[in-house]
């Protein structure tokens, strides 16, 4: 299972072991803060037992994490994550999680677009197989 996302914290003591760190993909930046939008992502899917407590809906998956930040710090970028997610394919990660935040609205079509013409010129074999 891939996340790209801002950065995490790739040695948070609930992420998994089988965590794997795929970089940063765009622009870096340190987190923000101790507890990143991407370690909170992170944690909801993949979050290990801890004290007694189940943090994630897949502890025992293997979790690939990519950051794709944007030059602006705090914010994703469409290539970015589309780097990110031919980063996954080549690994053969099958399923990714990405939030984005509320400005994707307003790009939403010129994105789905961006994204099809992306996917469909590296990916056509890979789709006919799948």
Known sequence: MGIVDLPAHIRHPALPENTIDMGEFGTYY??????????????????KNVNDQILGIASNANLYLAAASYTTPGLIGNYTTLLAFHAFNKEGVKIVNNSYGSNYGDKQQRYIDYAERYLNSINATAKETS
């Open 30 to 47: 340190p987190p923000l803060s101790t507890h990143t939008h991407g370690d909170i992502v992170a944690l909801v899917l993949a979050g």
